[in-house]
């Protein structure tokens, strides 16, 4: 049982309910409920229909309230950086595969 706590948790794992999650990001259960309202983050949902947070969930969290408390954007410009830094990711993913493809092929070529 010990293993289990000293491994490192999945990011995508939904393990926070919403009070838990609202102390931790020290925003009001509410905020959180509104950001789901206007798409910002979908928690996960218990059979219970409870809403659960991942540790990525708390990150994107974290995210919204920096680009609103200190950057000063309004939830509509929160959705298009949010937006902009997912395609980003894609395709810093995507530049990746094709290296690593890249890479292969000259070694093939090499051979």
Avoid: F
């Avoid at 491994?7 to 919403?18: G, H, K, L, W």
């Amino acid at each position: 049982m010990a293993a289990y706590w000293t491994q490192q948790r999945d990011s995508d794992e939904p393990c926070y309910v919403i009070s838990v999650a609202a102390r931790m990001v020290r925003v009001h259960s509410q905020t959180l409920r509104y950001y789901e309202r206007e798409g910002l983050l979908e928690p996960a949902r218990s059979r219970g229909n409870i809403r659960l947070y991942s540790q990525r969930d708390i990150e994107t969290l974290v995210r919204i309230k920096t680009l609103t408390e200190e950057l000063g954007l309004n939830l509509a410009g929160v959705q298009v950086v949010l937006r902009l830094m997912g395609r980003i990711t894609q395709m810093e993913d995507q530049i990746n595969l094709l290296t690593e493809e890249l890479v292969k092929a000259k070694q093939r070529e090499a051979q």
